[in-house]
C-alpha cells in the first residue's frame, strides 16, 4: 500500500490486523497474522537481540531457526543478535522488531512501513527473498519512492 | 509452556537487574542502609506505649509485609507500560496470544526477586540488629507472601490495564500507594487515627487487613482463615479479579476504538 502522509495506510493495516474496529461492513480474518511498526523503545535494553528474541519466542513457543540464517545475511543483524538493545541503532532495532512479527510463524504479515529505518541493501535483500525471509503472504505500507525492487505488486 | 516461557524469562532477568557485578552487593547495602534507618528512627522516636526496641520490630514487620505487594503492583504496573510502548502488545494481540500470561510470568520472577529481598532484610536483621519473631515463623511468613501475591497480581493487572490501554493513571496510582501505604499501619498504629477512619480502613485499604495478618502470624496467633481480616482479604481478592476482567475488556475495547495513546504518563 502506498500513499502520502495522512492517506489512511496504517489505519487500513490496523484495521486489518484487528487492532482497530470496524465502524461498519464486515472483515473476515483468516490464520494468524504477524505485526510489525516501528518503535524505539525496547522491552528490555540490557538484554542483546539475541536474547530478546529468545524471551519473545518462548512466548510463542514455535521454533522460528529456519528463518534465522537468511536474516542474518541482512547489514547489521548479526551485530544486532550480540548487542544490548540499549546500545542498538534504530535501524537494528527496527530488525529485531521485523524479525518478531515472524517468531509466531504466522501466515500473513502486516508490516507498517517497515523499510523506513532500513538500508537500501536491507530493502533489496528483503523484497528479493521475500519467502526466505518470511514464508508469509505480507501487506507493506510504504511511501511513494520507497518500494525496492522485487515489488512488482502494488495492492492500493 | 509457562514453565518454560518462565525459565527463560529469568535466565536473561538476572542480566537485565542487576548488570553490574556490584548490583547483588548494593542490594545487600541498602538493605543493611534501611535497617540502620529504622533502628535509628526507632532510637529517636519511640512512641510512649513502644520502647525502642518494640518500635524498630514495628517498622521492620511492617516493611517485610508490604515491601513485595507494593513491589509486585509497581513492577506490574510498569512493566505493561513497556510493554505498550516497545510495540510487543501489538505484537501479542495481532497473534491473539495471551498478554495476562507473559505479565504472569515475568511477574512471578519480580516475586521470586521480592523474596530474596525479604530473605536477606530478615538475615540482615537476626546477624545485624534483632529479629523481631522466631526464625520458626518464617516458612509461614512465606508461604503467606504466596497466598497475597495473587490478589496483588490481579490489582496489578487491572491498573496496568488502565496505564497501557488509556495512557493515563501512573501518576495519581503513585500517590494512592503512597496513602494505602501511611494508613496500612505500617509506620504507626492505625489506632491514632479517629475511630471513623479506623472503621473506614478495611474497606477502603486491603493492605491495612493484610499487614494486620501478618503481624497476628508473627506474634503466634496463628493462621486461621474464619478471622474478619480474611474475609475481607477474600473479599478485595474477588473485586480485584473482576476490576481486571472489567478494566481489560473495556481498556482493549477503548484501544481498539481510539487506537493507542497519544502519550503515556510517567
Not at chain 1, 515472524?102 to 528479493?128: G, H, K, R, V, Y
Not at chain 2, 510495540?87 to 495481532?94: F, H, I, P, R
Not at chain 2, 529479629?131 to 507472601?145: E, G, H, R, V, Y
Not at chain 2, 509506620?187 to 479506623?198: G, R, S, T
Amino acid at each position: 500500500m502506498t500513499g502520502p502522509n495522512g492517506a489512511g495506510k496504517t489505519t487500513l493495516l490496523r484495521l486489518l490486523a484487528g487492532l482497530l474496529e470496524i465502524d461498519s461492513g464486515e472483515l473476515t480474518r483468516q490464520g494468524r497474522c504477524g505485526w510489525f511498526a516501528f518503535r524505539s523503545l525496547s522491552l528490555m535494553d540490557r538484554l542483546s537481540g539475541m536474547e530478546h528474541i529468545k524471551v519473545l519466542s518462548s512466548v510463542y513457543g514455535e521454533s522460528h531457526e529456519q528463518y534465522l540464517s537468511h536474516w542474518k545475511q541482512l547489514e547489521g543483524f548479526q551485530e544486532m543478535l550480540e548487542t544490548d538493545l540499549g546500545h542498538c541503532s534504530q535501524g537494528m532495532k527496527a530488525l529485531l522488531g521485523l524479525y518478531s512479527s515472524i517468531l509466531s510463524l504466522p501466515e500473513t504479515l502486516l508490516w507498517d512501513e517497515p523499510f523506513s529505518a532500513l538500508s537500501p541493501f536491507n530493502q533489496n535483500l528483503l523484497s528479493l527473498n521475500w519467502c526466505d525471509f518470511t514464508g508469509a503472504r505480507t501487506l507493506i505500507t510504504t511511501h511513494h519512492g520507497q518500494i525496492p525492487e522485487g515489488f512488482t505488486e502494488v495492492a492500493l | 509452556m509457562i514453565f518454560i516461557l518462565i525459565k527463560t524469562i529469568l535466565k536473561f532477568f538476572i542480566k537485565e537487574e542487576y548488570p553490574r557485578w556490584y548490583g547483588g552487593f548494593l542490594e545487600v547495602l541498602s538493605t543493611l542502609l534501611m535497617l540502620a534507618t529504622f533502628w535509628f528512627t526507632s532510637k529517636a522516636y519511640a512512641p510512649a506505649n513502644l520502647d525502642q526496641q518494640g518500635y524498630f520490630a514495628y517498622l521492620l514487620i511492617g516493611e517485610l509485609c508490604l515491601h513485595l505487594p507494593f513491589s509486585i503492583l509497581f513492577q506490574g504496573i510498569r512493566l505493561m507500560k513497556r510493554l505498550g510502548l516497545s510495540g510487543v502488545v501489538d505484537q501479542l494481540l495481532v497473534a491473539q496470544n495471551s498478554l495476562f500470561r507473559l505479565v504472569f510470568c515475568f511477574l512471578s520472577i519480580y516475586f521470586v526477586k521480592g523474596i530474596i529481598r525479604l530473605f536477606l532484610l530478615i538475615l540482615s536483621a537476626g546477624l545485624f540488629f534483632e529479629l523481631p519473631f522466631p526464625i520458626a515463623m518464617t516458612p509461614k511468613f512465606f508461604f503467606l507472601q504466596v497466598i497475597v501475591f495473587f490478589p496483588i497480581f490481579f490489582l496489578s493487572f487491572s491498573v496496568g490495564s488502565i496505564v497501557l490501554f488509556w495512557g493515563r493513571g501512573e501518576n495519581i496510582w503513585g500517590q494512592i500507594s503512597s496513602w494505602l501505604s501511611f494508613l496500612s499501619g505500617a509506620y504507626f498504629p492505625i489506632l491514632i487515627f479517629p475511630v471513623w477512619i479506623q472503621s473506614l480502613l478495611p474497606v477502603i485499604n486491603p493492605f491495612a487487613l493484610y499487614l494486620e495478618i501478618c503481624r497476628r502470624l508473627l506474634r503466634q496467633d496463628g493462621l486461621s482463615l474464619f478471622t474478619y481480616e480474611w474475609i475481607g482479604i477474600f473479599c478485595w481478592f474477588f473485586f480485584f479479579i473482576l476490576a481486571t476482567v472489567v478494566t481489560f475488556r473495556f481498556g482493549l475495547s477503548a484501544y481498539r476504538k481510539r487506537g493507542p495513546p497519544n502519550s503515556y504518563s510517567f
